[in-house]
């Protein structure tokens, strides 16, 4: 019954939109930056979107590097945790000693996919 209320949400629901974001250090013309982006992705989650439609637009929305990663990734995780992991390989960088302390106190977890935990590196 609720995944028949879902449906019905969804076909009466108009998609989100979403600038384009392609994760380049500068944003070509029509782009947006990263954390721009993820402020509207996080504003469609916290309006109880649908998952289904707000990967499709995310999925639309995207190119370049960007777009492979979230394809890479988005197999194995869900939206929110996909967004999590998008953040650290193009939101704000961390600057000198805290960056060495994440480094120096890296570890990867039993369940954890190499490439997942080099990447975070």
């Not at 995944?3 to 500068?26: A, C, I, N, W």
């Not at 990663?69 to 197999?75: E, K």
Request: net charge neutral; glycine share 6%; aromatic share 8%.
């Amino acid at each position: 019954m609720e995944q028949m209320e879902r449906l019905l949400k969804d076909v009466h629901y108009k998609p989100p939109t979403l600038s384009s974001f392609s994760g380049e250090r500068l944003p070509c013309a029509g782009e947006v930056s990263f954390e721009v982006w993820v402020r509207k992705v996080e504003r469609h989650l916290q309006r109880d979107t649908s998952e289904h439609l707000l990967y499709n637009q995310i999925m639309k929305s995207m190119k370049g590097p960007a777009l492979t990663l979230f394809l890479l990734m988005s197999g194995d995780l869900n939206l929110s945790e996909t967004r999590i992991s998008m953040r650290s390989s193009f939101g704000s960088a961390e600057k000198g000693i805290s960056l060495l302390q994440t480094l120096f106190l890296s570890t990867q977890s039993e369940d954890e996919n190499v490439a997942f935990f080099s990447r975070g590196l």
